[in-house]
């Protein structure tokens, strides 16, 4: 097999996503980069995608056909993204089974580079307490700053974190929202560098909506942030929901980029947690446990 | 030759660079700093780094009093760089450790200096009279400092008084490894440039240049712009140079790591009733009638970072011991002013400090403790005084003006004379209420009439008199007011101590257990079987020696806990609390 330049056995394993289906073109080949691999994808239009290792004889925005492409890696189709993994991956990708719900609008809300490591954006994705700082008047507003305590647990058998029982004030909670409300938030990390959350639906109080975020490492200090949207909204242009998903991100992005190190350091001495972190030590300390060196500093043994 | 730069001063921003309410991203040596001045002219320099997640605090607020990290809002003071508040826990006080790592900052010659271990003073520069001088702007060069340093002996330019001319002469008065200073001379004009390098890293620095005289109006921009010409051209000279060498590895500053208490968060610490911080008195006068304002200087280093609510033990000359609350707003760092009533019941503390301290007298202070934390996230506070009460309050109520939160501070006196520090009450504005001259009666209608219309999100802070405190929480609990939004501080324990049960004291952490006789209290057995139990006010009003009970009931005879903690039964004030049951286990 080709020497990779990751050498985190744990990291080359898993799936990781490349790109949204519905923004890959049919028999053109698409240029991506994942853990420092130059890679080439294509789809046929008819729902089979090919991923390889980038050659001179296919160059990026040149026609191809897939079926003749020699030397593929393995490829998966989850969630509305192109999977691909540079080690052995599981037989399968972590559940997400509202995505088979009819009724959900499911759209890729954006992808967006960010110069940050993937464990530092998973954090981000975990945390409430920047709500009123970082989204003023969307997801949080001063003086509503406080982190209610909340639940975390491993789960040993799903192999994923599980926050649950959160809450947080949020003067408007989405685009089919006109007010404030205590919002409830269900956070997984069912991947080192995905998680999905779940939080109360203002169009049915009875179901959550889904939103997640899977990243592809780029490097060690660099992300693709792909995000997906899986919500109960029938009124709003696809371009709405986007929009105010994209805003979210536009003010994480130059937060996370000023983080430092770019890096995420699992010595719990090296941050200041409090106890609004809780799934951000739970979340290190399983990184740790799992043996994950890429895009963190491993604690000193 | 870089590690014997960690020792020596170094320039690493213009004065003008820190204009009013602005973060400065300096840079030294590979490590980065956050530089910013606050209101009362301290030049904080601090790693540019929040303790708790990292972000950079150049991209932070000064608010001109503290500052304010971007990401959840953790604010930091002006010179202590220690945290004051963390949002997302409003009603916790932040361990008093969490101190961001703060640098040298020295301004000279239009600069700002720093260093990593410094060691003696910022070079003098002869020649150079403070105050006439000219920054040059800043030039930053992809090279090493030394390459820099070297290059700039051949710096050519002529004298600020004849700007035009091209005939200066230029002698090296002296250079070394991070500095050049040049004389040029044409005819009577001659001008002294001293160019200083700041190394940023390895491989860059920055040429900072200041000339012996300042010029004005329009001659002043020729000056900057020939300088800037030349310099810029040197620059390109240099950096052609350096890039014919390999670039050397980036150098890599070590964090410090934060202590490991920090790292779990766990309680505070804070130990004993210590009085570790010498201060004197650098000014004592009459804040209001009968009461004597203090301000404490520290003998040497700094004051530790106090936040709103905080109060310190004082040690006085007579033996007593008495606790004060800090009366700053946020970012008043450099001293800590108390107001001090003078009691006509006094039993000697409020009498010494009236009567016998004076100013330059040296007082035994203990470090700020803070069992009356504020909440920031209230729609509205109110703040309710009486007469001296006003203290706590008024620190609290200046932090909330600092971050424009609504509140009101209701301020109970006898007359107008009695109000206390007019000074800092004047810059709340229409939020200080003061009602004068209310008879009991009175004081009770107005009070009903403040805490009507309770509604959630709001809290109420009162301190003042034992009976006007016993008035207010019943009052309020009338109006609809719960516990948790109804916050107090007595000034002392009116209660008759019963202190004649004897009973049994089992320490879960400590697996021991104390027999606790007549006429001791908690505390001090613990004392003498050798445990470090923290404690300031020892009479049940402060908080301080807090415990939590595991089994037993408890039997309160303090003013700090509210009702509804003493039915739960949980916690104790173990100075003057004791035990209705025969044996009582507390999580120490």
């Excluded at chain 1, 609004?276 to 030590?281: E, G, L, R, W």
């Excluded at chain 2, 390999?246 to 804070?270: D, G, K, N, W």
């Excluded at chain 2, 009931?553 to 004030?573: C, F, W």
Aim: one cysteine or more; glycine letters at 8%.
């Amino acid at each position: 097999m080709t020497e990779t330049r990751c050498k985190d056995q744990v990291i080359l394993d898993l799936w990781h996503p490349l790109a949204a289906l519905s923004e890959v073109p049919a028999g053109v080949v698409v240029g991506t980069i994942l853990l420092e691999e130059r890679l080439s994808l294509a789809c046929d239009g008819t729902g089979k995608v090919a991923v390889w290792r980038s050659r001179r004889d296919l160059p990026v925005d040149g026609p191809v056909d897939i079926s003749a492409v020699a030397g593929t890696l393995p490829v998966k189709l989850a969630y509305g993204y192109v999977w691909t993994s540079l080690g052995n991956p599981p037989a399968d990708i972590f559940p997400i089974p509202e995505y088979a719900e009819a009724d959900r609008r499911k759209l890729n809300a954006a992808t967006f580079g960010v110069n940050v490591s993937a464990p530092r954006a998973i954090e981000n994705f975990l945390d409430m307490g920047h709500f009123p700082y970082v989204h003023t008047d969307i997801l949080g507003a001063e003086p509503h700053t406080e982190v209610k305590e909340y639940d975390v647990e491993i789960s040993v058998d799903r192999d994923e974190i599980l926050a649950t029982r959160c809450r947080f004030f949020q003067p408007m909670a989405s685009t089919t929202s006109d007010g404030g409300a205590d919002v409830d938030y269900i956070y997984r990390v069912p991947h080192p560098y995905c998680s999905v959350l779940y939080k109360s639906s203002p169009m049915d109080e009875t179901r959550l909506d889904v939103i997640a975020v899977f990243l592809q490492p780029v490097d060690q200090e660099h992300v693709r942030a792909h995000m997906l949207l899986c919500v109960l909204d029938e009124d709003n242009e696809d371009k709405v929901i986007k929009r105010f998903q994209q805003t979210i991100f536009g003010q994480d992005k130059p937060i996370l980029e000023n983080q430092f190190p770019k890096r995420l350091p699992l010595d719990p001495r090296a941050e200041t947690p409090i106890r609004a972190d809780k799934s951000a030590i739970a979340y290190r300390r399983w990184l740790s446990q799992k043996g994950v060196t890429y895009g963190v500093i491993p604690a000193a043994t | 030759m870089l590690d014997l730069a960690k020792s020596r001063w170094h320039p690493i921003a213009a004065a003008h660079d820190l204009p009013l309410r602005h973060v400065f991203h300096g840079q030294l040596l590979g490590r980065e700093f956050a530089v910013w001045r606050a209101d009362d002219g301290y030049v904080n320099i601090w790693e540019n780094r929040c303790l708790h997640r990292g972000v950079r605090l150049s991209i932070g607020i000064n608010d001109g009093r503290e500052l304010k990290c971007q990401y959840h809002g953790w604010r930091y003071s002006n010179r202590t760089a220690g945290c004051t508040y963390i949002p997302a826990h409003p009603a916790d006080a932040p361990a008093r450790t969490i101190t961001n790592r703060t640098f040298a900052a020295v301004e000279r010659y239009g600069l700002v200096w720093s260093a990593e271990e410094p060691q003696g003073e910022v070079p003098e520069v002869s020649g150079f009279a403070e105050g006439k001088l000219l920054a040059l702007r800043a030039i930053p060069v992809n090279a090493p400092a030394d390459v820099v340093a070297a290059q700039l002996t051949g710096y050519r330019f002529q004298p600020s008084g004849n700007i035009d001319g091209s005939a200066a002469k230029v002698a090296v008065e002296a250079s070394n490894a991070f500095s050049v200073a040049l004389r040029s001379s044409e005819g009577d004009a001659s001008t002294l440039a001293v160019l200083f390098v700041q190394p940023v890293d390895s491989n860059r620095s920055v040429i900072r240049g200041v000339l012996d005289s300042e010029v004005e109006g329009a001659a002043r921009l020729a000056v900057l712009r020939h300088h800037n010409e030349l310099l810029s051209r040197l620059r390109v000279a240099v950096e052609a140079e350096a890039a014919r060498e390999p670039a050397p590895a980036p150098l890599e500053p070590i964090i410090e790591r934060v202590s490991p208490e920090l790292a779990e968060m766990p309680e505070e610490t804070t130990h004993g009733r210590k009085a570790t911080i010498r201060v004197q008195v650098t000014r004592k006068w009459s804040a209001a009638d009968g009461i004597a304002g203090f301000e404490l200087r520290p003998l040497k280093g700094l004051l530790p970072t106090f936040q709103p609510g905080a109060h310190i033990d004082v040690h006085l000359p007579n033996g007593l011991i008495r606790q004060y609350s800090i009366t700053n707003g946020p970012g008043e760092s450099d001293s800590y002013v108390i107001g001090v009533k003078l009691e006509r019941d006094s039993k000697g503390g409020s009498t010494c400090l009236h009567e016998t301290v004076r100013e330059g007298d040296v007082l035994a202070i203990s470090e700020p403790r803070n069992n009356f934390p504020l909440r920031r996230d209230a729609i509205q506070t109110l703040f309710i005084a009486g007469g001296i009460g006003i203290t706590p309050l008024l620190a609290m109520a200046q932090a909330l003006n600092n971050q424009s939160l609504g509140h009101e501070l209701h301020y109970f006196a006898q007359n107008q004379a009695q109000l206390a520090f007019p000074e800092k009450t004047k810059t709340l504005g229409a939020s200080l209420k003061p009602h004068l001259g209310l008879s009991p009666d009175q004081t009770g209608a107005k009070l009903r009439e403040i805490l009507s219309g309770y509604g959630p999100d709001k809290h109420v802070y009162l301190c003042g008199p034992g009976p006007m405190l016993e008035a207010a929480r019943a009052i309020a609990a009338e109006m609809g007011w719960p516990e948790t939004a109804v916050h107090f501080e007595y000034f002392k324990n009116t209660n008759v101590i019963d202190d004649s049960t004897s009973f049994e004291v089992a320490l879960a952490r400590s697996c021991m257990t104390l027999t606790v006789p007549a006429g001791k209290t908690i505390l001090e057995v613990m004392r003498d079987a050798g445990i470090d139990m923290p404690s300031s006010c020892e009479q049940g009003a402060c908080g301080t020696c807090l415990a939590t009970v595991i089994e037993g009931e408890p039997d309160h005879q303090d003013v700090y806990l509210n009702d509804a903690e003493r039915k739960s039964g949980t916690k104790i004030m173990t100075c003057v609390s004791r035990a209705k049951s025969a044996r009582l286990v507390l999580d120490l």
